[in-house]
């Protein structure tokens, strides 16, 4: 499952991660992160049986959480199927089925954002 | 013994045609050959759905009054050209807008009529004894207008070559965005399902013939701009009502940095008059090849890195100078598909008669590039060859001397045998000197160098500079060795002094 971790400035310089993994045991992968003086914004992936005590372990040390249950979604009235998105995914989220028509896998998107510009159609959009 | 459309057409009416997909047909060709294709199937349905720069509509707009000669006229502030009489106007897909720029265009305004919205039409004239009136703004829409013509000069491509991208960087071109280094390839066209693929001779298709556009039916006008029939790249004009279309079938579209376009879908109904044609439209993926093109390479003739069937192309992954690249499609198969299905079910219930063309299309081949008659400069005309280059291993103190005797800003640095491996500028060594940095120039170089060749026009080189926002580009020849430099000074002597008109 995916989870947006929110830091503080107050907080950021605190070896977090670290100390959540230690407590949990849990397997987090860090999928983006983004740090400045006003604080940080990660995203990361964890296992969905762990997910619950991740997110308590880091609610308590103060980090603000937001699930990502979907991390990308697409307006499917608006997708016309071409499929440009497949092969600019680094993550393989999209495929195309038997008819042609182009799926997608939630679960693995990273929310790197290259295929909101691909798109010609303007279907897709990240969520938070 | 052959078939007359005529007779497909009484087959038509009473109900006993057999029609099926070009798809369909390549299995029947393959169980019962030709000649049983030819016995068994009466029309076989193609379809393509993909962008199609090459399209716009002309739309009246009835007269205002008092009376407007429409000069300049804005739909949802995209430009439509109006340089035929008062109220008509013709809007390309490709123009984009003035307040949003490449986000919208002429493809969206398409949709939006098609889909029944209205559109935002701002128009101006210069006021005459006939036209007084200066200024309209009016809401309308497609039902406001008198004709909506879609009039497309250059559509369904018969292939088209699939792209990729060597550079070091990603393009983004009408074909998508190419990651760089052969990060991914994209390809046009429905293969098996596309109309032209399925009569390569034109047998069947000509100036007059019957056709699915948008949904409607539309007509060939006649051929495309920039038909290339011997290059198997025959293009199609086209005609149809705006106001029939479905807009489930044409789509405005936008593509990242590079702008508007307009997805048409399109359906070619072939009559299976004899087995020669029973043949042709027994195509398979497998028969239809296509190049790829490297788009890193921003010129005309770009070079061909191989070339793939469209049954590869669709299979996900193909493999160039031994790499495994994932391909993806433009234009949409499954909405292709719809097309083929469309127009067979119209044909099915009676609804679509077939056609014989008045007039075939042209199998010559016709294509020129433009003739510039104001010559071409090349960065070789204009760089300053047999500059000073340094090695890697060469003090930090020993750059700053040779910067300071030579008098130049950029210092490429080189291999033994001469090849470009970084650059170090006037800037990367004062900031080593005032820092008192010492040790080599290998620690202190730009390592990420963007080049230009010699023989790239100097407009590729000026679009670089300006890209990247720096100031030199070494010139490097094919074995990457450092011939020369071009530097943003270089250019601007070149505008200002006249030098080339
Ligand atoms: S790029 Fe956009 S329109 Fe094309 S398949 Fe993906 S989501 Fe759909
Ligand atoms: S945001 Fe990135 S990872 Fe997520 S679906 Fe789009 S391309 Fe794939």
Redesign the interface.
């Known amino acids: 499952m995916k989870i947006i971790l929110c830091f503080n400035s107050q907080i950021i310089k605190k070896p977090l991660i670290a100390e959540v993994i230690l407590e949990t045991g849990a397997l987090v992968n860090i999928n983006k992160a983004t740090i400045d003086i006003t604080g940080g914004e990660l995203i990361i992936n964890v296992p969905d049986e762990d997910a619950k005590k991740v997110i308590k372990s880091f609610k308590s040390r103060g980090v603000d959480i937001i699930t990502l249950e979907k991390p990308i979604v697409r307006t499917d009235e608006e997708c016309?199927?071409?499929?440009?998105?497949?092969?600019?995914c680094p993550t393989n989220v999209f495929?195309?089925e038997a008819?042609?028509?182009?799926s997608m896998d939630h679960k693995e998107c990273i929310q790197c954002g290259?295929c909101i510009?691909?798109c010609?159609?303007?279907a897709l959009k990240l969520s938070r | 013994m052959g078939k007359t459309v005529e007779e497909i057409n009484q087959k038509i009416r009473d109900g006993s045609v057999h029609v099926v997909t070009a798809e369909e047909m390549t299995a029947i060709v393959e169980t019962l050959g030709p000649e049983g294709a030819a016995k068994e199937v009466d029309v076989v349905t193609t379809g393509t759905?993909g962008?199609m720069c090459s399209s716009g509509a002309i739309l009246n707009f009835g007269h205002a009054d008092p009376p407007i000669k429409m000069q300049k006229l804005r739909l949802n502030d995209v430009e439509a050209y109006t340089g035929l009489a008062a109220v008509d106007a013709y809007i390309g897909a490709t123009q984009v807008s003035e307040s949003r720029g490449m986000?919208y265009g002429g493809g969206h305004v398409i949709e939006e009529l098609v889909s029944g919205k209205s559109v935002v039409l701002r128009t101006t004239g210069s006021g005459t004894d006939c036209y007084p009136l200066k200024n309209v703004e009016t809401m309308l829409t497609i039902e406001d207008l008198n004709q909506a013509i879609m009039i497309n000069p250059r559509n369904a491509y018969q292939r088209y070559n699939a792209a990729t991208n060597t550079s070091d960087q990603t393009m983004h071109t009408y074909m998508?965005?190419l990651?760089p280094d052969l990060g991914?390839?994209?390809y046009t066209g429905s293969g098996a399902l596309s109309p032209l693929s399925n009569d390569p001779t034109y047998a069947t298709i000509g100036m007059g013939t019957r056709i699915f556009l948008c949904g409607a039916q539309g007509y060939i006008i006649g051929e495309g701009t920039q038909h290339d029939p011997k290059n198997n790249m025959g293009t199609l004009m086209v005609k149809g009502n705006l106001k029939e279309m479905n807009s489930e079938f044409v789509?405005g579209?936008?593509?990242?940095k590079y702008g508007t376009?307009l997805?048409v879908g399109l359906g070619i109904p072939i009559p299976i008059l004899n087995e020669d044609i029973a043949l042709c439209t027994g195509i398979s993926d497998a028969e239809i090849k296509t190049e790829v093109l490297d788009y890193g390479v921003q010129r005309r003739e770009k070079p061909v890195l191989g070339e793939v069937t469209y049954e590869e192309l669709k299979s996900?992954c193909i493999e160039i100078n031994g790499k495994e690249v994932?391909?993806?499609?433009?234009?949409?198969?499954?909405?292709?598909?719809k097309v083929a299905e469309s127009l067979k079910d119209w044909v099915l219930k009676g609804e679509f008669m077939l056609t014989t063309p008045i007039e075939g299309l042209s199998t010559k081949p016709r294509v020129k590039p433009m003739r510039q008659t104001g010559g071409l400069l090349l960065v070789k005309d204009v760089m300053t060859a047999g500059i000073g280059t340094i090695k890697p291993d060469i003090s930090i103190e020993e750059a700053a001397k040779r910067i300071i005797k030579g008098q130049f800003n950029h210092l490429p640095v080189v291999s033994d045998d001469g090849r470009l491996m970084g650059i170090i500028t006037t800037w990367d060594v004062s900031k080593a000197v005032a820092l008192a940095k010492r040790g080599r120039v290998e620690q202190i170089m730009t390592r990420k160098v963007v080049a230009v060749n010699p023989r790239d026009p100097i407009d590729i080189a000026a679009r670089k500079l300006e890209q990247h926002n720096i100031s030199a580009l070494p010139v490097i020849d094919a074995k990457r060795k450092v011939i020369g430099i071009i530097t943003s000074e270089d250019l601007s002597k070149l505008l200002t002094g006249g030098g080339h008109k």
């Open positions: 016309i199927h071409c499929g440009v998105c497949i092969s600019v495929r195309y008819d042609g028509s182009v290259a510009t691909a010609p159609h303007n | 759905f962008a986000e998508g965005p990651l991914n390839v994209i789509k579209a936008s593509f990242h376009t997805y996900g994932r391909t993806s499609a433009i234009s949409s198969l499954y909405v292709a598909r």
